[in-house]
């Protein structure tokens, strides 16, 4: 049984119909790279799945077997869903690691004192090679662009979710973070976590071994194969797919 599978899943927002019947499992362990132009629907199918309310959903979305779309946004997020934001917005005055401790233990349902919780936070972050200050710093508050990636990198490190979605997660980076950055997802990604990569550029994968890449198209999936497919496609364009 896949962990995600979806069967002709329509997605719209404001009568406007934007994912047109899309059909895709998502196995145990797996990681799934989405491809595609501007506006092909890639990032409204991660934030629909994960419960945005702006959507409207029709067709099929089982995650465990279990109806995902019945679910609030909190209660998909609590059965191990996790959505990594292109573009993370700041929230001053709340620190990353107290935002993580209610988290974790709205995840594991697991209370812990701020001193226990703060002996896994270190673990993870010097998994990662990050400095104690990091965590301690308002969420996303003055951080880069690759401090906010390496953030949401280390929520889904904490969280340990059954299922990561990244929506590009090489967005604004330079090589150096790109690098970092990769490196950190492929370290989480050996603990056998499932993963749905969007992103535009086969680079990505360098760090992390795709199991399938998608191509969609105007809310479609045009075209599936291997990394193949994703290096093709970054040395061609897509035009030679859409034909």
Known sequence: MALLSLKSLQV??????????????????????????????????????????????????????????????????????????????EVPGISLASMLRRAYAARFGDEMSA????????????????????????????????????????????????????????SGLDVDALERVGAAIGKIRKNGMSMLIVTHYARVLRSIKADRVHVMHMGKIVASGDEKLAQKIEEKGYSWVLQ
């Open 115 to 170: 001193a226990e919780f703060d002996k896994i936070l270190q673990a993870k972050s010097e998994a990662m090679g990050l400095a104690r200050s990091f965590f301690s710093r308002g969420i996303n508050d003055g951080m880069s662009g690759g401090e906010r990636k390496m953030s949401e990198i280390l929520q889904l490190s904490v969280l340990e979710p059954r299922l990561a979605m990244l929506d590009e997660p090489d």
């Open 12 to 89: 719209s927002a404001s009568e406007k119909e934007i994912i047109r019947g899309i059909s895709l499992d998502v196995g145990e362990g797996e990681v799934h790279v989405i491809m595609g132009q501007n506006g092909s629907g890639k990032s409204t199918l991660l934030s629909a799945l994960a419960g945005n309310p702006k959507y409207s959903v029709k067709g099929s979305a089982l995650f465990e077997g279990k109806d995902l779309l019945a679910l609030k946004p909190h209660e998909r997020a609590r059965r191990g869903l996790f959505l990594a934001f292109q573009s993370p917005i």
